[in-house]
């Protein structure tokens, strides 16, 4: 067995440290789920009546208690969310594979699942990061009837994973699989959609080549081809070994995905409380297990967003992990490979050249991550870097490709594209902030240049239009908080400050907003905590203070006296705007606690 990597090792020996009194609680909790909450044999026989009235075939099992599990589905579905779209007829397909082993399946619920590729630069996004913790709830609500003994998460993309999993891990106590659908085959080269994005930024092509292009892209169902937030939650179950081996990139309506899916729900049917193998999610995701995810996130130059969400879901499961434990993973994990936007090919060419078998069992061979864990299937991570393929209508599981098919897109640890995993914390008189280097070269990432200030992202575009930008600029967009507007992701800013740095100028972004999974070049501190509505330094920055953002010395630094910065009054905040259900969403924007614990009004309420 390959001995651990010394730094892993010790970032996980201070997740366990810090987190024994909160994880111990959790653990009694789905003890106590598990031995006297609410179950189906339990409830009155008006209660069960109700559960089972509508279960057609099902129900003479479900009444007689004849079911080996009775699996609850959740379902994100809806078929505007060109990831979601495929699953439009899973639960039908779930409850066939289900009978196939003496089990039954009913919807537990359904959640909302939005596009922030829809809403992207536009209102709604205010919505985004707030879904997550909806997704959570509703997916309590949908498993608070105490009618099953399994779930199967049917989500994919950006919040949907981590508000599934948020939500199903306060029933810890019930073995979860989650299933994903896959990515849409490849459209439009990824550089070529960027190019096509700064042309129209710097107004050389109209919004008609844009349409073209963006629906040449995105162009059929599944989820997007960039390695983004959404293809990234799929990595980390993976790498949490809470899918079936080699379940993430395998395209829709494939022989080889619907086998896949039924895998995964006879194996659920073998994980219950009932038999010999008895595997709950609580015990499934522990401290190694989030571990295991970070590094995962490193390895593959995944989404920042992840940087908010892997603490939530930490917390949901009395884990507490931070900035400070991913930087320092960061420093001891190699990034092995480049799917775009930090190279040219997308997820698709990725799982071609090897994809997440090929990935996981070279980190294991590394040493970088715990095989010790308990997974959804298997004995132990091991077995999860696998890929299936049907042989005629025989579904098998290979062992993963010994070498890279394309070393352009992924390598092993000992020759990375680079040695670190390319996401630092940086800190000064400003705060703490994600830095995401992965995409950046190397000679950008200290950037020493004057600030413009500005609180609304469409007041950069206006700049930038205006020319007022054409020289070295910090770009500060603050009152981007979840506290202040929900911290709607600032994608839009991509394109015009790529056209100022393509044009020559020393540029970088400092907000306490969040940028895109999708977003790449150029530097950006990102998440900045305590943010400007928490009475953070960002909100006395001024237009011409020299700020310098640094990843080699993970430093984020505006150069003034620090007796001067604290006498400086707080900028106002905007007043927020009603609209787009926005101030339906008040009450969690004034509760939300920070980026680097999760950014939830929710689990704060909850004391977790």
């Known amino acids: 067995m390959t001995e651990l990597h010394p730094e892993v090792a010790a970032v996980t020996e201070r997740v366990v440290a810090r987190s024994r009194e909160s994880r111990r609680t959790y653990l009694d909790l789905i003890a106590r789920e598990r031995e006297s909450g609410v179950h189906r044999p339990t409830l009155a026989c008006g209660n069960l009546a109700h559960g089972f009235a509508a279960s057609g075939e099902d129900k003479p099992a479900l009444r007689d208690g004849r079911t080996v599990m009775n699996i609850g589905i959740v379902t994100a579905y809806n078929d505007m969310l060109s990831a979601h779209q495929p699953y439009g007829r899973y639960p039908d397909q779930i409850k ?88 849409m085959p490849s459209g439009l080269a990824n550089k070529e959609k960027q190019r096509i994005r700064q042309l129209y930024a710097e107004g050389k092509v109209g919004r008609a080549e844009l349409l073209e292009s963006e629906s040449a892209s995105y162009h059929g169902a599944g989820t997007c081809t960039f390695y983004g937030t959404a293809n990234s939650n799929q990595m980390m179950m993976d790498m949490m070994g809470l899918h079936m081996p080699g379940a993430s990139f395998i395209n829709p309506g494939t022989k080889l995905r619907q086998a896949v899916t039924r895998a995964a729900i006879h194996r659920l049917t073998e994980i219950g409380s009932a038999g010999n193998d008895y595997r709950p999610l609580g015990l499934c995701v522990d401290e190694k297990a989030i571990v295991n995810a970070a590094v995962g996130l490193l390895a593959t130059g995944g989404s920042t967003n992840h940087a908010i969400h892997l603490p939530a879901i930490a917390r949901a499961a009395g884990i507490v992990i ?57 004995q132990s991570l091991r077995d999860h870097a696998r890929d299936p393929k049907l042989n005629g209508d025989e579904l098998t599981f290979e062992d993963a490709v010994p070498e890279s098919l394309d070393e352009t897109m992924i390598r092993r640890p000992e020759n990375p594209f680079q040695p670190d995993g390319g996401m630092r914390l940086v800190t000064g008189n400003l705060g703490r902030a994600t830095f995401k280097t992965s995409a950046v070269e190397e000679q950008r990432r200290t950037i020493e240049a004057p600030a413009r200030v500005f609180s609304d992202q469409d007041d950069v575009l206006k700049a ?118 926005r101030e339906l969403f008040a009450f969690m924007r004034h509760g939300a606690d920070t980026a680097e614990r999760g950014a939830s009004a929710m689990l704060a309420a909850a004391g977790l």
């Open 96 to 183: 066939v594979f289900a009978r196939e082993r003496g089990a039954t399946a009913q919807v537990a619920g359904g959640t909302p699942a939005m596009c922030d590729g829809v809403t992207q630069g536009q209102r709604g996004m205010e919505l985004s990061l707030f879904s997550r913790d909806t997704i959570a709830l509703s997916t309590a609500v949908g498993l608070s009837h105490g009618m099953f003994d399994g779930a199967a998460l049917l989500g994919i993309c950006d919040k949907i994973v981590p508000g599934l999993l948020i939500g199903a891990l306060r029933f810890g106590h019930l073995p979860t699989i989650l299933i994903p659908a896959g990515p």
């Open 322 to 378: 931070d900035w400070e434990d991913i930087d320092r993973l960061s420093n001891a994990v190699p990034l092995i490979a480049r799917v775009y936007p930090n190279g040219a090919g997308d997820v698709n060419h990725f799982h071609a050249a090897g994809g997440m078998s090929f990935v996981m069992a070279a980190l294991l061979d590394a040493g970088l991550l715990h095989d010790d864990i308990l997974t959804v299937a298997g």
């Open 464 to 581: 930038f239009k205006a020319g007022e930008l054409e020289r070295d600029v910090v770009v500060v967009v603050r009152f981007q908080g979840p506290r202040a507007n929900g911290m709607p992701e600032l994608h839009k800013l991509t394109p015009p400050l790529g056209v100022l740095q393509d044009r020559g100028h020393n540029v970088a972004l400092v907000t306490d907003g969040r940028m895109s999974g999708a977003s790449g070049k150029v530097p950006a501190a990102i998440h900045l905590s305590p943010e400007a509505l928490g009475g953070g330094a960002i909100g006395r920055i001024r237009d011409g203070d020299i700020i310098r953002l640094s990843a080699a010395e993970g430093l984020l630094q505006v150069m003034v006296d620090d007796a001067e910065l604290a006498a400086r009054a707080d900028a106002v905040q905007p007043v927020p705007e009603a609209g787009t259900g």
